[in-house]
């Protein structure tokens, strides 16, 4: 039986916040027991920005996704950690089928020597402990527990193609048109789940597509932030940065990675629109938990994207400074619609004059 977590939202906002997630307590997380506890504990290590956004929605529906999320995180770790493409593609494909029946099965062990550093460990200690995760999958409804069912499957479908694509093209994407499905496999799925969950409408196929440059403009976040990290193990999302895989970064190799941030930084803002879209079109501003996510996560996203401007030499447009800045700003959401609402279309703004700076 679950012992319920005691932990209110603020709470749990506070607490992701402030974890360090390059040195993780490993050994605390190994040792809890209680499962909702447990998610809740791990999700700020596994999800980075987005558990922000997860822990201020309803009780309920926080649950939902922050379960949703997790197994999201151990199929990302198959993709990540497991070099063959073979093998990869296999653990992807087990995790997967582990939701085509019941009880659900043990997903396979990724080895300890996979890990490059801790932050690699928790999603190792992640899959170790699943069975605390599919405690509280348990506990869902069954419709719910269905939608990430499929998630699960339709997510694992696209890591796939990724892998193969990579395989078959020597570690790197081609053109925009892969990395935009890239995005939409890694990202897009779990949109779609989390807005089938907040939205007060269904979703129309206009929105479906605005929820899938959203999650390109999101995604491209983590691709940004992470290519020498990539080039390190051998991939890359521009076909610019062959030359550099697996090799020691020169000067060559930091201008050229400087420009691919840029053009990833250019497409990723210029789907700014597509967020205040739907936030206007879902009525996504009409409950106070709803909203406060909303802004959290593309203040975050802002966030991100300013710190990209400054790493690539532009002058960054003004905004908070860190994380706990951030939250302070989307305080005033929880009370009020109107700004809410400005702060999303202040960042739209934004981000679509600094697109025309980044072309210019």
Known sequence: ?????????PALLVRGLTADRNRPDLDSLARETDPERFVWRVLPHAARSFAASIVVLPREKALAAAVAYLYCRMLDSYEDLIDGPGECEAGIEKFAARFNGSPLTVPEPIPATAARDDRDRVYLLLIERCNLVDSVYATLPDLVQDQIAELVRSMAEGMVWSTRTFSDQG???EDQEQLARYCRNVIGHPALFTLSQVADAELTNGAREDALLVSEMIQLANVSRDIERDLERGISYHPALRPWLGQPMGADARVAVSRVREIYMSMALSRASAYRRLFEG?????TAAVRTAAVLMLSFTDLHYRGCATRTGHTAWPGPASRLQVVARTLPSVVSRGWAGNTIR??????????????A
């Open 171 to 173: 570690g790197v994407l």
């Open 346 to 359: 202040q960042i739209e703004n934004d981000f679509l004059h600094a697109r025309l700076g980044l072309n």
């Open 1 to 9: 039986m679950l012992v319920a977590t005691r932990l209110l939202g």
């Open 282 to 286: 879902l009525n996504l501003g009409g």
